[in-house]
């Protein structure tokens, strides 16, 4: 009896860090895609000639990011 009380406790233990995991490791990569990714793609395109799609996605972020309430 105790040991399938243990079993019951241990997975739903087990659940809970796999699931913060996931909500850690998806902040994580939010992060990464707005302070490193977004800008890289932003100036590649910028030095690619592609301007007229670069400044409207920037224009669009800085809106966003200026009424958002993060």
Known sequence: MM???F???FFGIFGKLIGFAFRASWSIMKVML???FLPAILMIMLFGGL???ALPILVIVGLVSLFSRA
């Open 51 to 53: 301007i007229y799609i």
């Open 3 to 5: 040991t399938l009380l």
């Open 7 to 9: 079993m019951i406790l």
């Open 34 to 36: 707005y302070i490193v």
